[in-house]
């Protein structure tokens, strides 16, 4: 992230002058019984629990529940987190006028969310693809080329949420984003891999909607380290810019823990695209400042810490603390003299959380924003910097799977992916037939429409390769969603899905 000298006139115009004006019109979806299904992931001595509806380390009943190290419940470092997504869209009856939204995924105050499980439309309650999916279950649903699950780290998981539906949004004046989320996680173990979980979030925005302006990806997190009720809270918390991290300890026992309190951490890995987003702002009183490139990939652009007396309570204080403003202080004809996009935490010993934010950019209809961060955990404030140089080198290195791909020919008549069969832009796919003949590879949709033809001729046996960029037969791009690939040669058939998410 690049640092230098001059004025952001951009966000602070658009973020504080025109956010209580007309709300753009959204879709309504019927609030239906979905399947909250909740799941713990336990690897590298963590035990992080998940919800699909968005968020993590909670307990179904609502406790603190994720805990470290692994056999010892009672000691517990995360009450409760999840993501939160902000930004601003244009009137259709005027250009001029934005309103601002955000939809969130855990709100310390209540332990409320505004996400529902699956993927959009929100009408059917039984549908299983719903559910968390383990990397060792059964029926886990990704697969690489050779129809072997495609797993990255020891244990994967994945599932996804959105905030079509209006009933689940906290106030009325708050409508939906529209956007759908699938969302991973991964436990690299052995090693000098421990005590680390990564998450990557896909985020989408609906093709039907205008581009979402001045759009933040945040994580909030409410760690609390054993008992923050009253006149036990204790917590401190530490963010160091250079290594994008927060981490949260404490200097004094808990009480019937076997172990002295250790430290937790957030560290950032890598955020959202800026899509055509060319800023810089002023920050720490001139002396420093930060650079949002036309092109660039966002790093961490704001760091906050609040208490629960002054938790945001609105859309509007979530945004502004979302893009680094002190919203108890903001005065709409000077914003930036409230401009601090890195706390320090002047709270001293308490209950405290903090949220974690990348942005502005703009987020194109259809198009998905990625963040992947990791929760990383060591005995105290400087063993930390030891945890997070290794998931810095994890991610570096590209976070490669624990299975390598098969690279022979297929050995009977088949079609799969080549790689993930999850793809954004284009899929490749390779395909076996035992003898030569007529070959036809066509896509369905989910309802069994015809999408478009791949391969309609004579082929020669053996392996071949054909890809597909998401495109029907009208050369129009198609939704977000699961399609399949069928092919079809001798009078037999076979099948595979893939997931397109942008």
């Not at 409760?80 to 939809?103: C, E, H, K, L, Q």
């Not at 209950?351 to 950019?361: E, L, N, T, Y």
């Not at 998931?391 to 050995?411: C, F, H, N, R």
């Amino acid at each position: 992230m690049k640092r230098k000298i001059v004025l952001l006139a951009f966000l602070f115009v658009c973020l504080f002058l025109i956010i209580n004006l007309e709300a753009r019109p959204v879709k309504v979806q019927n609030s239906q019984t979905r399947i909250l299904d909740y799941r713990w992931m336990q690897a590298n001595d963590m035990n992080m629990p998940l919800i699909n509806d968005g968020k993590f380390g909670q307990t179904s009943g609502g406790d603190a529940g994720f805990y470290w190290p692994g056999g010892y419940p009672n000691e517990t470092y995360i009450y409760g987190a999840g993501m939160w997504i902000g930004g601003r869209f244009r009137s259709d009856t005027n250009p001029s006028v934005y309103d601002t939204f955000v939809t969130c995924g855990y709100n310390p105050s209540s332990g409320g969310n505004e996400f529902v499980q699956g993927l959009p439309p929100n009408d059917d309650p039984s549908n299983p693809d719903e559910k968390i999916y383990f990397s060792s279950d059964a029926d886990w649903p990704l697969e690489n080329s050779v129809g072997e699950d495609s797993i990255i780290s020891i244990l994967d998981s994945y599932y996804t949420y959105n905030d079509y539906d209006t009933a689940k949004h906290f106030v009325a004046e708050n409508l939906p984003l529209d956007i759908s989320i699938i969302q991973q996680t991964y436990a690299f173990t052995g090693y000098l891999k421990d005590d680390i979980l990564f998450f990557v979030v896909n985020i989408i925005l609906d093709s039907s909607k205008d581009t979402l302006h001045g759009a933040f990806m945040s994580i909030c997190a409410d760690c609390d380290i054993g008992n923050e009720a009253g006149t036990s809270a204790n917590d401190l918390v530490g963010f160091n810019k250079e290594y994008n991290m927060a981490y949260q300890w404490q200097n004094e026992t808990e009480e019937g823990w076997s172990h002295f309190p250790g430290t937790i951490a957030f560290k950032f890995l890598e955020g959202p695209k800026s899509n055509g987003i060319d800023t810089v702002h002023y920050y720490n009183n001139g002396l420093d400042s930060i650079v949002i490139g036309p092109d660039d990939t966002i790093g961490m652009t704001a760091f906050k810490i609040f208490t629960i007396d002054i938790d945001p309570i609105n859309k509007i204080q979530r945004y502004q603390i979302m893009s680094g403003y002190n919203y108890q202080t903001i005065n709409p004809s000077n914003p930036e003299a409230s401009y601090y996009p890195f706390d320090l935490d002047a709270f001293g010993p308490c209950d405290k959380r903090f949220i974690m934010s990348a942005g502005p950019f703009n987020m194109i209809p259809g198009d998905t924003a990625k963040i992947i961060f990791a929760v990383l955990m060591a005995t105290d404030t400087i063993a930390i910097y030891t945890t997070a140089d290794k998931a810095q080198a994890i991610y570096d290195s590209g976070m490669q799977s624990v299975k390598e791909i098969s690279t022979l020919p297929i050995a009977k008549f088949d079609i799969k992916s080549i790689g993930n069969n999850i793809f954004r832009e284009r899929i490749d796919l390779e395909y076996n037939i035992i003898n030569d003949g007529n070959v036809d590879i066509s896509i369905y949709d989910a309802c069994g429409r015809l999408i478009t033809r791949l391969v309609d001729s004579y082929v020669k046996s053996g392996s071949h390769s054909v890809s597909w960029e998401g495109i029907d037969l009208r050369g129009n791009r198609v939704k977000n969603g699961i399609y399949f690939v069928a092919i079809e040669s001798e009078g037999k058939s076979k099948n595979t899905k893939v997931m397109l998410i942008k």
